[in-house]
C-alpha cells in the first residue's frame, strides 16, 4: 500500500501496522475500485494493480468535487436511493 497513506492512518488510529493494516488496505482498494482515487501501478489490459515503491494514488474529479462541493459526474438517481 502507499506507505505514506498507511503510516498517516495509523498515526491517526493509533495502531501498529499488525492491528490495522489490512483494513488499510482494503480501504484503499476499495478507493481506487469506487473511482475516488486513481493508481499507476495497474496493468491495463485486465485492470490489475500493485502496491510498490514508486505507486501514487491520486483523487479524482469525483473525489474532490465531493470534498469541495464541485459538481462532479452527474449521479443516476435510482442509484442515489438510500431507502
Known amino acids: 500500500m502507499p506507505y505514506v497513506l498507511g503510516l498517516h492512518l495509523r498515526s491517526i488510529l493509533g495502531l501498529p501496522e ?3 493494516g489490512g483494513e ?3 480501504a484503499t482498494v476499495m478507493l ?3 473511482g475516488l482515487f486513481t493508481i499507476n501501478t495497474v496493468e491495463p489490459g485486465t485492470g490489475a494493480f500493485w502496491f510498490g515503491g514508486d505507486t501514487k494514488l491520486t483523487p479524482t474529479r469525483l473525489l474532490t468535487g465531493y470534498v469541495y462541493g464541485e459538481p462532479g459526474e452527474p449521479l443516476n438517481e435510482e442509484e442515489d436511493d438510500w431507502s
Do not use: K
Request: charged share 45%.
Open 18 to 20: 499488525e492491528e490495522c
Open 24 to 26: 488499510i488496505l482494503d
Open 32 to 34: 481506487i475500485r469506487s
